[in-house]
Structure formats: structure tokens, C-alpha cells
């Protein structure tokens, strides 16, 4: 353990017996007694399923989908869990003028046509559900679609008049949700941005009377330039009739505004899937930038709700079947971070090595672990990665992943995995069986671009109960701290392909950088309070507030402090623990410099835990440390 040795004297906390808490109805901080994040029934694990376009683009029809999700069902990928049928752009011919109806595009879903030229999808959704499929349909919160706005020249653009060419959400909301959703079936929407952002008054196509102008309200190389509140609104909106229509609440919500307008910090709150950068394309690069967006993004995504880096390229370019290795790891790894799992490939052409990739079980099981602990990063460095994902059973999963082209030696010690040191340690490798046992740590050659996958058995170091940071899906940053949103400086950069090296390359643009981590600090440093460390602990910003839900504990316990990483280092923090909305106990203000407090909290019969660091002003205040916060038995 790389802990020094503990300086400062623990100081004991304030027990209250009773106490109200903060009261303001309009303070962010006040205890709710309620977990926030988004978390209907349906996404309680990631989706998994297929989508048409990483397969086709636009050029989609009937039989592309219908023979694909034959496919699944055949190969038995259905059976083991990819469900989700879910058409992309193309599917749509127009907007009723007369009442705004939308039509779909009955040339190439021939089961779509009606007598009356209304079109109804009905037909194909009863054939997928028929078949034990769930289907899903894609639109946008514009007025327009991505590929009118960017890729106009793929087939199946919306067709007609300037209104009728108006296929996205806008204006018509609960109409088109309640045709989706209650008319044709529908169990799944994505909803893409791309009305919002690309068709400002200056464009030539509006200028040539194309389409109307929607003056943009995201950049997505700018926060400065996005309308944040916005954004988030419009897709609340979306939300709210997608309740409406779906009483069940057995839908999927999916956002898909790629890492802009700081998305990466609410889509866990509004949608069951939130798309964190760009689209994938089937390059390394391409692969190891969408990864890194969700990479230290683990407190953000819980059962209900996940961080999604896009789909799967797994049997194309960087990752065709000419390249195992390669494949393996991007599957492992979106396994691992527990992304939605949507196959991007003409399924109808499947192979046996594919399938042995998309259908591994053992690896598919980490993904859908019930659990739903997104993998946190144990170690990292611009060669290496080593992610390691609690799951359900106790045991862990460990991904050790070479992102460089050339073979690399790794070690993997117990401390990363949290298990002791002087104990034995089992590893079982998903993707070849294969058994190796150590005790402290065990050197392991990696081939280039390999991801060694294991699960793994050992003594956990906390021998009455679990880390916070094993849990991240049990602990929502309701309240992060970040007010003003800043930019991820520690994501992969590879040059976009319809960009190429053009222009002076990319900088950081997806906010959510200072967002709360699991053993880290919000800015990627080591948790230290006073110069004591923490390999383990929860590191956020003062004026936050963890919802952390309590699975029958009887003791919470951290030591808290400001972290020695603190800018401003003036403002005293205070730390407060709830129980179902009630204040439990309370720090003493902590200083910069002073060393840590030892809470030791009674939590028992608490169904929701809320750990709240407050200070005074306004603003982005400086990184607290939850440290060894854990829960007890
Ligand atoms: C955007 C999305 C993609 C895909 C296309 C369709 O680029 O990010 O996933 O849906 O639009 O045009």
C-alpha cells in the first residue's frame, strides 16, 4: 500500500442527534432523501441490441433490418442479451403538411405502407417483438437531421417542401413521441442535436431558402458558445412526453449529443444513455479518444443511466477480423465501462469469429453485471490502462489494456484491485480460460493493442464492507460542484476522418473535467489530505453532494479534509453526512493544510446516504477528499 504514514491527529466529529438540515428549497446542497439520478425500468443494465448505421449510414431498408435482426435471433446473440433493433437516420421520408404527421419512408420499409399513404411502423415493431426484439427509432431535437445538416449526400434525406423537410423533434414533441412510442411501439429513441447546432442564419443552405435557420445553441469545440440550459431543456422536454406516452416506463431514452454542452455532467440525470464524444469510426485512435471520455466517468453512470461512447465497430477497419486483438479489446473494453453494447454490423454476413467476439459470455456478463459498476481507472498512462469493475458476486474484473502498437510487460499488483497483498489472488483470463494464481503483484506481456481480461478472486482489503469508489454505481454526484463547466484535457486525440489533419487539430471540448472521480481527485491527482494519501476515496469539489445508496450498512466512514491539490486553499469546508434527508453528523470547518477528520457515522436503517462538503462562495471551489469513504458492517 503506497499509504504514508498518518501525521495528524483524527479529530472527532459532532454527533447529531437531531437536526433539520438545510432548509432552502432552492439550495442545491439541501438533502433530499432521494436518489436523483435518472432510472426508469428499462436500461437497469447497458442495452444491448444492434444499430443500422455504423452498418449502412442512411442506406437503410427492410430487409438490411429485418435480416439483421433475424441474425440475431439465429446466432443466438438475442438469447444472450442484444435485444434492441434500432433504425438510424434514413428512415423517414417527410412531415405531413396537413397535420404534421410524420411519414416513413414506405419505398424501403415495404410493411410500413398504408392504404392512406400514413405509413405506420406498426407492422415491423409487432414482427420484432414478435420475435422476443425490442425495435428503436432515432430522431433529432432540431428541426433538422444530422444527415441534412452534415451528410447530405448519403442516401434517404428527407424529402419535399422546407416544412416538409422538417423531420426532427422541434415544434413537434409530444406528437412524434406519442406516434413513436404509443402508435407504432416503438421501445427506444435516440435523439441526436444536430437541428441545434448546424444551420445558423449565415449557412448558405438557409441563406438559399433550404431550410430555416435555428440559431445554434451548441458548439461542440465551445462551452463559451453553448446555450447549456437550453440544451438540457429541450431534452427534458423530450423526457417528460416520453413518461407521458410510455406509462410503463419500459422505454430507452437515449441522448446523442456527443460530449458537447456538457453533457457528460446531466445526461445521467435526463436520459438511460447519454453519447460522451464525437461518433466511433473504426480506428484506433477514433476508439481510444471515445473510450477516454467515459474512462474517468465512473461515478456518472448508474443502473438506468450510462455513459455511452458509441457504438460498436467490432468487425470493421482498425477492428475487422484481420485484427483479433484489436477487436477483443474494443469489445472488452466497452464491456468493462459498462457502454451500451449496439453492434454496428450487416449481421446477415456474420462469421464465426465474430461471433465468438460479440457473443463471449463471459465478457457479455461483466457488461450486464447487476451491479452496475462502470470499471474505474486503477492505473493509467498514455501506454497502458488498467481498469478494475466490481461486480455483484464480490469478485473483480480487471482489464489490463495496451493502447500503444507494440508489445509492452505490465504489472498488476493487489493494491489495484483492492485485495491483500499477503493472500492469494486468482485470475481467470474470460477470453481463454486460462488460471494464474499470485499473491502481490504478477508481470504480464501484452501483444499490441491487447486487453487482457480477468476475473478476479481474492481477500478484499476491506474485510466489513466496500469502498465507495468499488461502488460506483450506488453513488451519484448530485451536486458535482462544477458551476462553471471546463474542459477535459485528458482525452486521446486522433484526427477526425472527415476532418483529416485540416485546421490546427483538436483541443479539450467536452466539459465535465473537474466532475467527481473514484480514487482520483476531480483533476486527476492523487487524494491527499495534509499530505497524507488515499489510494482510495472519492474526490470531488466543496459545494457537492453524493447521493449513496445504502444496501443495509451500519457504519459510513471517511477521512475528510481539503485536498492538498486545493488552488484557493482560503475557504473552510465543512462535511456533513445524511441519512434519508436527515443530518447525521457534521465536521468540524476543515482548513488546507489541517489533517484529516475521521467521520464514523451510524447509518443504520438509512436506505440513502448524502455526503455534503459545503463551503462559502461562489463559483468552482477547490477539491475535497472523501477519503477510504466506505461503508460497514
Ligand atoms: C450523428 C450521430 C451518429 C448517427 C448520425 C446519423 O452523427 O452521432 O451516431 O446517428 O448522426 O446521421
Redesign the pocket.
Known sequence: MKRRSYMGAALAVMLLASASGVAAADDPLAATGRWSAYSRVAAQTPPMGWNS?NAFT?DLDEDKVMGSAQALVDTGLAAKGYRYVNL??GWWLKRRESDGRMIARAARFPSAATPDGATSFRPLTDRLHGMGLKAGI?SDIGRNS??QVF?STFPNQPEGNVAEREVGLHGHVDQDIALYFAEWGFDLIKV?G?GVRGLPPSDKRVQAGQYRAFEPIIDIDSLGRTDIVKVRELYEEVGRALDKHNPDGDFVFSL?I?GSADVRSWGKDVGAMS?TSE?ISPTWGRMLHNLDTVSRRALYAHPGSWNDPDMLFVGKGDFDLSHPEAARSHFALWAMVNAPLLIGYDLRQTTPALLEILGAKDVIALNQDPAGNQAVLAYDSDDVSIFVKSLASGDKAAAIFNRTSAPLEVVLTAEQLKFLAKADIDLTNLWTGEQVRFQGERKFKLEPRQTLLFRAKGTRRLADGVFLSEQPGAVNPAVDGVVTPIADPMIHRAPLPWHGTRGFGERPRYGGWGGAQADRTPFDQELAIAGRTFDTGVGVLANSRLEVRNTGFRRFTASVGVDDSAVDKARPVTFQVYGDGKLLARSKPAKWGQAPQDLDVDVSGVRLIELVARTSGQGNADPVTWGDAALRR
Open positions: 448505421w442512411s438510424d437516420d432515432y444530422c444527415g451528410t441526436d444536430c446523442c456527443w453519447r461518433d
